[in-house]
Structures are given as C-alpha cells and as structure tokens.
C-alpha cells in the first residue's frame, strides 16, 4: 500500500494575463515590496514598468534590486540583504528566470535571519532555517527551471567552489504567477536550453527513487506539454499556445522534482556548470539520453511508459525494449533539433578535469535520489561519452 509525504504550500496564478493579479497578492502581504530583476530585458521589454503600475494601483510601495548576474555567487546575496534591511521592506517580488527567482527567495526568507547567507548552506543550514521569512511572490520570465514553486536556491560559494543549496520548509514562494506572455520575447536559444533543463526534471522526476503517485502525475503532463510545445516555441517564439505549454509544463515540473528529488543529469550538470560555464539547460540535454541509457535496466517500465508522452500513435505491439530505445533516441534528437551542442570538447571542457567533476556531482542532493546507484567510475564513463 502506497504511503508518502507531499508538501507545496504556494499560490498558483497561471494563465495569460495573470499578472494582473499582482496587485492584490502584493496588497494582502506587504506595504513596501523589493522588486528583484536583472539588469535588462525585463526592464526593456515593459513588463517592469507593468508590474510597478499594478502594485500601485493598490497602494503598495516598492523599490528596485537589479544587481542579479546569471549564476551568482552568495556575495550577491549578502550585499542583496544589507540594501534591503535598511528599506525596512516587507515583501519581495522576483521577476525574471531562475537565477532571480532563486535570489528572491533567498533573500526573502534571510531577511528574517541575523548572519551572512553562506551559513545557510547544506543540510546543516536547513535545520537553522527553521522560521519564515518575509512573504515572497515569485514572477518566471523563463519556461523551465521551475523555482517559483521549490523551496531551494543554489548559489556559488567562492569558499569551496562549489554550487551550493540554501533551502527550508520555510523558503516556498507565498505566491506564483506564471503568466506565459512574459515569456514570449525569450530568445530561441534561451528557450531551447530552459524547455530542456525543464523536460529533464519531468524525466529525472518520473524515474526518481523519492517519485510518488502524485510527482509522476505532475511528471507525466510535464512531459506530455513540453514535449509536444518545445520545438514549436523554439522555431515560432510568437506561438503562445506552444509557450503557454511550456510555461505549464515547467511548473508541473517544478511541482513534481521539489517533492520528488532529481537525478545523475542534475548531479553532473552543476559542477560542469560552475567549472566550465555551460548553462545548466545545455548540460542537462547533453547528459538526459545518458542518464536514461544508465538508468535503463532499472527503470525499463518507466521509460516506456514516457513512450506516450512523446509519440501520438500507440504501437501496442512495440516490444517494452522497442519503447526504450524510441524515447531515447528522440531525446536526444530533439536536442539535435534545438541546436544545441553535443559534444563537452566543444564547449571547452578538459578531460583532466573528469575525475573531479565526477567526484563533485556527489555533493549535490540529485545523484541520491538517482533511480540507479552510482560510483565515480560511472559518472567518469558517462562524462566519456559526451565528450
Ligand atoms: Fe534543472
């Protein structure tokens, strides 16, 4: 008999036009809010100028934090909280992608808390995060890292080198808003590694060794919405259906891995991403195939079941085996398709640095949640593979 926990305690807002709901969440939550973007597109493309007006049409305050860089380090965060324990404020909206949105609910949550967020790291740092933080409204621009509805953020600590998590119970946005329109000028490259990063969670969620019934629910649509929509919003950025789908397909991602934990794509993405400066999408579409290959023998039934999700016609007389090799294969053509690069050479990464690179994908929380366990050797060997 089936027994497990499952927690998402935030408000969800999605639909086109569904920021304007802003104002009202803001007003129930908070006087004065702190508004945290990056530098430009956001700014150039009106939906700032948008999101001011809606909030103060309903009387809330803000002032603006655009110092977020992509993958920032925990530095960025300490000067982010001084600024903002001086503004006495009492909310904080991130709008933008994942990088904002992590930032956001890092410093919401630490605003409430008296030392520098490197504290915060790891397990240690979860139990001392054991109260709420202020209130926290998250605002993707991106389809697919799904953090407005996870309770993490990962920072580069320039101590250790590492990528590194600050999570809590505590740290789950009050509120989403995932409006699909905020999405639409992303550019195609942007587009093509975020929907990748966001179909290897659906992935790396259903195979999960932490997957219950409900994150392979969420999983399976993931799938089935980003799957069908990826390569159309790739080619027709204007295509909002295609977008609309992508946005959903992100946040029923996101709604399944926080609950149900990753997989070895995950654990080897981060430190490729932090020592080579790959974007995590990109290093996600690479390993997926991989990761699916590694994974095949323990979680055959999974995989074929994922057939469905990807092929319209049902091949009822297609061996189990069959069904594998097709999912597969059109993983990886679809990053094919996406232009995305295949080959870590080509991205400038050095074989001398496998081994530590594979002895650093054990420190993320991913490869344990990894329906097949994993050695260094075996991270190596894959590492080989799409070199
Ligand atoms: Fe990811």
Known sequence: ????????????????????NIGDEAITMGKRAVIVC??????????????????????VEWILWDGVNPEPEVEVLNQALLQIKDEKVDLVIGIGGGSTLDLGKALALLAEYPDKAEVYFGSQGVQKLNKPGIPYIAIPTTAGTGSEVTNNSVFINASTGLKQSIASPFMFPKAAIIDPDLTKGVPPKVTAASGMDALTHGIESYLSRGANDITKTLAYQSIKLISRSLKRAYDHPGDMEARADMAEGSLMAGMAFGNSGLGIAHGISH????????????????????????????????????YECFFAENKANYSMELKVDAVISHVEELARQLNIPQSLETLGVKKAAFEQIALESFS????????????????????????
């Open 38 to 59: 990056g530098k430009k597109s956001m700014k150039e493309n009106g939906a700032i100028d948008q999101l001011i007006h809606l909030l103060e049409e309903k009387g």
């Open 271 to 306: 430190p490729l991403g932090y020592h080579f400066h790959i974007p995590h999408g990109v290093a996600n579409a690479m390993l997926l195939p991989k990761a699916l290959k590694f994974n095949r023998e323990v979680a055959k039934i999974e995989i074929a079941t994922l």
């Open 364 to 387: 993320s929380r991913s490869i344990k949640y990894n329906k097949r366990e994993a050695t260094v050797q075996d991270v190596m060997e894959i590492l080989e593979e799409i070199y």
């Open 1 to 20: 008999m089936n027994s497990f926990h499952y927690y998402l305690p935030v408000k969800v807002h999605f639909g086109i036009g569904s920021l304007g």
